[in-house]
Structures are given as C-alpha cells and as structure tokens.
C-alpha cells in the first residue's frame, strides 16, 4: 500500500517502547507511527498510554487536536502537496483549486474508493523549484496542472519529467 507498511501491533509496541523514554514522548511517538504506517491506528492509543502513563482520553485529545494527525489508512497513492510560503509564490493555491475543479478533490482527505490521499505538507526543502510536492515519497518539482492531472489518474509520467532535484 503506496510506500507505507501495512499496520503491525509488533513493530508499533516496539516503536513506542523504543520512544517513550524521551520527553514530551507523546508527538515523537504520533509522528514515528504516522510515518511508518501512513496513520495512527485506533490500537496504538492504549499503548501509548500505558508507555507513558497517560490515560487514553489525552491520548486521543492529542491526536485529534493536530490535524496532521490521521486515523485512518491513508490512501494507496499519497500525494503531499506543499503549501507553504514559497510555493504559494509560485501558484501552489492554483493546484488546490485545479484538484476541486477539474478532478473533484479534496486536500487533506482520501477518495472514497481508498485510491487516493492529497495532503497538505509545509516545505519540502524543494522551494527553488516550486510548486512541489510528494508523490509516493518521490520529490516532485515545478508541479503544474497538467502533470497534477496525470497524478491524480495514475498515469505513467516519465520518472525524468517529474523528478527535478535541487542543485547541490
Ligand atoms: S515552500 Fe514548498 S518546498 Fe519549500
């Protein structure tokens, strides 16, 4: 499923047990499940709250209180769509709206049929050719409606059209 793992009660007990004994361990532990299984499962709640004596109820309250938070699988393609500063510059907004319009789509949310999840994502560290974006972990730069298009539908756009990495 894209380039998430599929949930795994064993590796989130390890993961928590390997985090807890940071401060403030609850976001480090949110944060380390989310990237490795592309949301916070219901499961891992009374985990965390037994590795770090919290109840369940502030558990939650914290995974609902920041929306970068999911709670449900993302979808099989995950595109991260910048909308920080630089890339508003050069016209990220538009490709909100082109993904509404054209293609029906919400940011921040996963099609129905589980296909596809478009989250907003603030820099990439990609602002020199922006817009950009994450497209199944793959760096993307100067997105532009018709390449967005080809995304969405799942058609093949050529690794070297899409990939443009930074100059070091
Ligand atoms: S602002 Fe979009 S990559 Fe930095």
Redesign the pocket.
């Known amino acids: 499923m894209g380039h998430y793992a599929a949930w795994d009660i064993e590796v989130a007990r390890a993961l928590i047990t390997r985090l807890s004994s940071l401060d403030g361990a609850v976001m480090p532990i949110l944060h380390a499940l989310q990237d490795e299984f592309g949301y916070v499962d219901r499961a891992a709640v009374p985990l965390i709250a037994d590795a770090l004596n919290l109840s369940r109820a502030e558990v939650q309250g914290t995974i609902s209180f920041y929306h970068d938070f999911r709670d449900e699988p993302a979808g099989r393609r995950v595109i991260k769509l910048?909308?920080?500063?630089?890339?508003?510059a050069v016209g990220?907004e538009n490709l909100v709206d082109h993904l509404r319009t054209r293609h029906g789509l919400a940011v921040d949310a996963t099609t129905a049929d589980g296909d596809l999840t478009i989250e907003t994502?603030?820099?990439?560290?990609?602002?020199a050719?922006?817009?950009?974006a994450l497209v199944d972990g793959e760096l993307v730069g100067r997105l532009d409606a018709q390449r967005l298009s080809a995304l969405c539908e799942g058609r093949a756009v050529e690794t070297a059209q899409i990939i443009e990495r930074v100059p070091a």
């Open positions: 910048c909308r920080a500063e630089a890339c508003q990220c994502v603030y820099c990439l560290g990609n602002c050719l922006g817009p950009a």
